[in-house]
């Protein structure tokens, strides 16, 4: 079939119609309420008594009750507030009206003071002092040899000693023994002379030697450096100790380390005056002090240096030994540092006392400390405007819910404003709230009275969710999310104002409705029960991660007692649905499964009364339950109300012609404005048996308006041709009473029960001809505004014919043409039917002649 910029024909058509004369009327109207529309007869109409008066009473009764339960002054017992009161007797239990904090001066400065103690002291390693002293001693040395080496020069420029200068002409001349001797001695003399000024000189330089070397230097020790004239040999055994040894943590006195007990030093590890690294140093037995560096030294002395001469060994050693220092010394500064930000970090400390709480036992003696809490609990329960706080926490409640509540209505297109609803939620409400907090005094008592877990743990197993879950079972699911919301706040203000619970009610709430959403019967609400208790737990896990406590019992014993909640709502509202029902006269998804069991007394009647309107029902059903699952409604609703949109008929079947088993039509012994009321009659019936039967209001109001004000066009054309003119006629007269359907499920069964009608009445059902049908239809119920009134859209009117398409399509489809000896195998092994007969002998007669006795065969066959 061609199509038009990618619109099938249906689109095409149906789109057509919103530009037509009633496209001004789709805009939205207020729906109308469903008791004015279906009439009052026979029915409970809540609206006679249920005024505005009523609804502020209940508002009233909300505010006034939530003040009452939240005010902290309105159980307040009297309080022991002097000192003198230490000592005495309690002689009654006293819990805490509210939760609040009390300063803890003693535990603070205890905690300030352990947190100071905990802090070990810090030392300072010095990782560059060893290098340090290995570069001073030498640059001492450095100097020393400067001058030993000047010296020896200088010896050298002398000559050797006891050689003569050779003057080449007096080499052969003799000399005189006497001067010889005389010039051998003076020369010694000048040698020892020439000597003797080296020591001289190096003690001349002790000064700048002890300087760069930072160290005082005694005689002996500067002796043995002269005799050993400040030689490469000793400087680098010298250093060798010095490395060897100061590599270790060397400190003055192991007493102050060893007083640091089992908690250990904190080292940190210095390079050019900053910390590399720290490290906490627990065993000290690495540490050297002052004696044991020398026994260390000398060790390694004697390890290191054994082809060293005995003397120069010794040197080396004194000359190490008096360079070693201390390379772990104690931070004062740093120590004070960080143990006055251990304190500082301490907090000061509260005690913390939580609504409900018991502070003190009958009979228990009173002490410094209850009378410090009795004292701050006074100052913040004794309230001068404790009848302020009330009407504050009314006003609140009050303006919320009528906030809420008007927004909803105008916003909100599935938010019904009728008085039945209203009374509902505010009534539900009201017991939500007396019923959290009396679970909330509950479990306070069975803790108070055990105490086996947390009291926190009991809260979360509090049925937050039945409120919510009700009003979804029994009504819808944009009023029931508009139900949690109010009801998470004020549970949020019934404890303790905690944001946490109020949290964890919204959320449960909003997961018990959703579950409970696909409750198809009783059995299905404790699976709704179980999905809220899991989503409780997921709840109760994210909070106690959120407040810090996740790795403790408390989380496990928490997440239990949400799941035990979850399962506590479903019991909660499997036993309040049924009363709900009863009282208000719901009908619920269970309660429409119920009266989807064709064994039921209406449809069993209306099928031996009028088969053919029941065969009728079937497929309308069957239709409207396809369409309602495209557009994303109740299909159970639509397919329950298909079967009894039509049960008025049992009261007059043979005026319908589904149900005229031969030629004789009533009507046409019948004026046709009388024919008109007869049809009309039959939603009279229907709504009157409907409520007999108690199907619900949803089952009558589909009764009463599946006509709509649509028009009854055979008859109404037959008058004016019987009249010859239209003046004389009026239209009004051949119309349903209406009114027009008011929801979704109503306009398929209207859609439907046309569709369905009209399609028996084509001689060739083909695909084609079938969707041409249901298109048709469909546009002219629209452009008659029989739709004006419900919540279908353009695109819902496109689905709904896509829907009834397959459906039909399916009923009339086309049979294949069987062979011949295939069909009489088949008549041979099975009788055939009336129909099957009738068509096989139709066929028969067109192919060939038929002589007496194969016609007086037929008629055996037919049983004539």
Known sequence: MKKTNGATPTEGRIGIM???????????????????????????????????????LILFALGLTVAMLINPAATSPTLPLLDEDVGQVATTDIRAPISFTVPDVESTERKRAEAEESVRSVYDFEMELANEH????????????????AHEKALQEEGVPGREPDHGKNNGAKKDPAKLREKTVQREAELVNLRQPLDAKLEAHKDQF?????????????????????SNELLSATTLLIERTMRHMVVDSKELVAAEGSRGITVRFLRAGFSQQEQIVISFSKILDAEEAQMRLKQTAALELPELAGRLRRTAIKLASAMLAPNLTYSRAETERRRKEAREQIQPLEIRIKKGAKIIRDGDLIEKTHIRVFQEMNKLTEVSNATQMALGASLLVILMLLILTSFSVKNIRAFKAEAKDLLLLGLVLFVFVVTIKLWYWIFGAVWDRFQLFPLDSYYYAIPFAAGAMLVRFVLNSEMALAFA?????????????????????????????????????????????????????????????????????????????????????????????PVIEILFGYTTDIKLLELANLNHPLLKDLIVQAPGSYHHSIIVGSMVETAAESIHCNPLLARVMAYYHDIGKVKSPNYFSENQRDATNPHDKLKPSLSATVLRTHVKDGAELARAAKLGEPIVDAISQHHGTSLIKFFYQKAKEKEDGEDSVKEEEFRY??????????????????????????????????QGLVQNIINRIFADGQLDECDLTLKDLHEIARAFNRVLTGIYHRRPDYPEAATKEQTEKKPKTAEGVANGAKKEAMEKPVDAEDKAEDLKRLGM
């Open 737 to 770: 009473p209406g009114p027009k359907p008011q929801s979704r499920e109503i306009a398929l069964v209207m859609l439907a029960d046309s569709v369905e009608a009209a399609a028996k009445s084509i001689s060739d059902p083909s695909p084609a001809r079938l």
């Open 485 to 577: 919301a109010v009801a998470s706040i004020i549970v949020g203000m019934l404890m303790d104002n905690s944001i946490g619970f109020t949290v964890y009610c919204l959320v449960s709430s909003v997961v018990g409705a959703w579950a409970v959403a696909s409750a198809s019967q009783r059995s299905s609400l404790l699976r709704a029960g179980a999905v809220t208790g899991l989503a409780n737990m997921l709840l109760a896990i994210a909070l106690s991660m959120f407040t810090g406590t996740f790795f403790s019992l408390q989380t496990l014993f928490s997440a239990l007692f949400a799941f035990s909640g979850g399962i506590l709502v479903a019991m909660i509202v499997t036993g309040s649905a």
């Open 134 to 149: 290995v570069r001073r001693l030498k640059n001492a040395f450095g100097e020393m040899s400067q001058v030993t080496l």
């Open 210 to 230: 002890v300087r760069a070397l930072r160290l005082a230097v005694d005689k002996e020790l500067f002796s043995r450096l002269k005799e050993a004239q400040f």
């Open 18 to 56: 919103a530009n037509g004369k009633n496209a001004k009327d789709r805009a939205r109207k207020p729906p109308k309420s469903v008791v004015e529309a279906a009439g009052t007869g026979g029915k409970r109409d809540f609206s006679q008594w249920i005024r505005p008066a009523s609804y502020c």
